[in-house]
């Protein structure tokens, strides 16, 4: 195969993503796009020339020039394509969390099993240098066994703004950060507890604020995530140099083991500018623009998405992996519900 035919089934904000790195990434091809809202469709396949558009998944999955796709659809509506794309032979990079319930994300691996599919789940962070470098620590020995690992993700009203309250921070903030400890400490977590406080945002959208997790590992060792949606509108709200890109989030890592620590802190990401719209810095991380073409983690993600394709190999991050992280995030919010730590494994 020296090309992969892909198809984007969610044309939203992440979608739009999808499609550009796609169309920049040199073994593969962005061949249709898929969207219920058909004009986004046809805006985001246009813009990233694309053969077609959709105002419905089904007729890109019968398409023989499509062996891989992306669903970049809601958090809540990634079984159903997914599903139908495993069974129409199409390997599946499903956007994160897999899914937000386990009866969906385990259709989703079932069927990807069934059909000898790939299923890999956009746990992104997996791909961000800063994060990998910790976890080739880790595996290195240097830190010891790691005893507790921290790690937040603090974004502003626009996000929860952006996407109406539609899941809580956790599902859709935190759900990185709990997959990231999960890949540090190793092993399985018995135990979350988790406080929320809802505010505005409450008041506004249903969902808290703020949520504080506490994950207790089977092996003795703690995980902590902090992540919410309640900074300022105004913490990343620049228009200018629009390749500046907004990454609107507060964001910080910990990992002390019995041997050593590790430390991550972005802000100011290295780069800081400020003019007429105040204090600003470029995504150097995620998905900068350099030279006209998107770099970073998305890059990195769908790049190894892409050879797992082609050489047959197995996702670094898989459904099972994306099911782990969902069922903690799940503990989380219940726990957070009832005031009382939740035990793992969910019934
Ligand atoms: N990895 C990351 O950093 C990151 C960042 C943002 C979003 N995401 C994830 O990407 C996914 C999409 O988020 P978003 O922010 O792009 O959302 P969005 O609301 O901007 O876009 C979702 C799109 O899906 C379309 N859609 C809805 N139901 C559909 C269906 N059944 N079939 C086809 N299209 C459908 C909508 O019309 C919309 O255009 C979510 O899982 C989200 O958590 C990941």
Known sequence: MKEVGIGVIGAGAFGEIHSMVYS?????????VADVNAERAREVASRYKAERW?????????RKDIDAVSVVTPEGEHRDPAVEAAK???HVLVEKPIATSLEDADAMIKAAERNGTKLMVGHILRFAPGYVQIKQAIDSGSLGE?????????????????????????????????????????????????????????????VPDFSWILMKFKNGALGSVETGWGLPEKWADWKSPSDWGAFAADIEVEVVGTKGAAYLDFPPMMVTGCDGEGF????????????????????????????????????????????????????????SASRKPAKLPLA
């Open 24 to 32: 920049e990434l040199p073994d593969a091809k962005l061949v249709a």
């Open 54 to 62: 959709y105002g419905d998944w089904a007729p890109l999955l019968e």
């Open 88 to 90: 129409a032979g199409k």
């Open 146 to 206: 790691p005893v507790w690992a921290y790690s937040r993700r603090n974004g502003s009203l626009a996000q929860v703004k952006r996407i109406g309250g539609r899941v809580s921070a956790i599902m859709f903030l935190g759900i990185h950060d709990i997959d990231l400890l999960l890949w540090y400490v190793g092993g399985e977590v018995e135990r979350v507890y988790c406080e929320s406080v809802s505010k505005e945002v409450g008041r506004s959208f249903g």
């Open 280 to 335: 600003k810095f470029p995504d150097l991380i995620h998905r900068p623009r350099i030279h006209g073409k998107t770099e970073g983690a998305i890059k990195l993600e769908l790049q190894h998405f892409i050879d797992c394709v082609k050489e047959g190999k197995p996702p670094l991050v898989d459904g099972k992996d994306g099911r782990r992280a969902l069922e903690v995030a799940l503990a989380a919010e219940a726990s």
